[in-house]
Each structure stands twice: as C-alpha cells, then as structure tokens.
C-alpha cells in the first residue's frame, strides 16, 4: 500500500510561487509514473502535470505550461510541483497521484484521472487578485 500526503499549499497574491511536495510512504514510488491533479469547487479533478518514472517525460495541461513544472526526487521518495506566475484561476486543491502500473506514460494516459491508483488527500492553494 502506498500513501501519499500533499504539502506546500496556502494563500499567494496573483503573480507569486508556491512549490508543493508530495511525500510517500509504504513503498516507493520510484517505477511509478506520477501526477498532480486539481479540483476546484464545483469542477471536477483535472489533470495538471505528469512525470516518469526517471524525470525523463514529463506532461503538462495547456492552461499551466510554462509556468508549473513537475519534478521528482525517487532518493527522497518524494514529487513536487513548482508553481509561478499563479493566477486566482490556479485555485484550487491539489493532489498527488500514483499510477503504480507503469513507468512511462503519454499524453492521453497521463490526463487521465482513472489510470492512477493511488491518491493523496489535497491540499489548498488559494490565489488571491
């Protein structure tokens, strides 16, 4: 079994960074791909950013490209997403997600919410105008 905890959420003013991690426990997560989600209220989850197993791919929603990137460190056990250049429609809470049934993915597989298994339990970001 793995869990997976979110940290690094809070309250920014438009324009400024956040930089979230994703710690796991249980087993590691190094040959899995990797994913942060977003659910807004009212919406539904979305996908945001997908990584390899190694770093080597990595994924990206349309509406954060070039402002988020999605990085991991597999000796840490640990996923991060660094967010810059935040806007209030960034609000939202964040997840972390596990797809433990491979170690590469691609763009259709990565955006979908059903191919990840395992699930952390959110965290907010709030952004402010």
């Known amino acids: 079994q793995v869990q997976l905890v979110e940290s690094g959420g809070g309250l920014v003013q438009a324009g400024g960074s956040l930089r979230l991690s994703c710690a796991a426990s249980?087993?590691?997560?190094?040959?899995?791909?990797m994913g942060w989600f977003r659910q807004a209220p009212g919406k539904e989850r979305e996908f945001v950013a997908a990584i390899s197993w190694n770093g080597g791919r990595t994924y990206y929603a349309d509406s954060v490209k070039g402002r988020f990137t999605i990085s991991r460190d597999n000796t840490k056990n640990t996923l991060y997403l660094q967010m810059n250049s935040l806007k209030p429609e960034d609000t939202a809470v964040y997840y972390c997600?596990?797809?433990?049934?491979?170690?590469?993915?691609?763009?259709?597989?990565?955006?979908?919410?059903?191919?990840?298994?395992?699930w952390g339990q959110g965290t907010q970001v709030t952004v402010s105008s």
């Open positions: 249980g087993r590691t997560l190094s040959s899995y791909v």
């Open positions: 997600a596990a797809d433990s049934h491979r170690r590469l993915s691609d763009p259709v597989r990565a955006q979908n919410r059903n191919e990840y298994d395992y």
